[in-house]
């Protein structure tokens, strides 16, 4: 599941065997969003159960205005 985790679209299957609520978007557009800023979003799976996302940004330039 993770290797699609941000893919659009995509929901676990308890999430589609249970009809949680949900479209499987969320992942997909936070993941454009950090791309589009030249960061990185990974996935790790979080035991005993849950999944942990990780955003890294890179460190902008101050704005003085």
Known sequence: FLEHVFEPF???EEAERTN???SGLG???VAKA???MGGQVTAQANT???LMIAITLPKGEAQHG
Do not use: D, K
């Open 34 to 36: 950090v791309q589009r």
């Open 27 to 29: 992942l997909a557009i």
């Open 10 to 12: 995509s929901r676990t």
């Open 20 to 22: 949680h609520q949900g």
């Open 48 to 50: 005993p159960h849950g």
